[in-house]
């Protein structure tokens, strides 16, 4: 059985750091794509960041490009978002996600066969 567990989740305030970590068991995903999305209660579910299949490349939303990083350590098949500089819009729950096929689009949720719970991320003003 396939899991992603997600961690690191808590409140923070403006301006603060935070780093998410995701972690798989059940299969492999070092040269899968993975991705982080978030979502707010009424809206669907955004694009965070992500890396391509087989690990090449990364993408970033706008919101979010220059303040998060995506990375990963494929020998405890973990992936991880370091997130600086956070706003009281990235207040959310943070899901990873993972696919086991090339996906069309690394930024489209649906593409993504396995989820985790999601951690909550909130940042106060």
């Known amino acids: 059985q396939v899991r992603l567990v997600e961690s690191g989740g808590g409140l923070v305030q403006a301006g603060g750091s935070l780093r998410l970590s995701c972690t798989a068991s059940?299969?492999?995903?070092?040269?899968?794509?993975m991705a982080w999305f978030r979502q707010t209660p009424g809206k669907e579910r955004e694009f965070v960041a992500a890396?391509?299949?087989?690990?090449?490349?990364?993408a970033y939303a706008d919101s979010v490009k220059g303040r998060f990083t995506i990375s990963r350590d494929n020998a405890k098949n973990t992936m991880y978002l370091q997130m600086t500089s956070l706003k009281p819009e990235d207040t959310a729950v943070y899901l990873c996600?993972?696919?086991?096929?090339?996906?069309?689009?690394?930024?489209?949720?649906?593409?993504?066969?396995?989820w985790g719970q999601g951690t909550q991320v909130t940042v106060s003003s």
């Open positions: 996600a993972g696919d086991s096929y090339p996906p069309r689009s690394i930024r489209a949720s649906h593409e993504y066969d396995y």
């Open positions: 059940g299969r492999t995903f070092s040269n899968a794509a």
């Open positions: 890396f391509s299949w087989g690990g090449g490349s990364t």
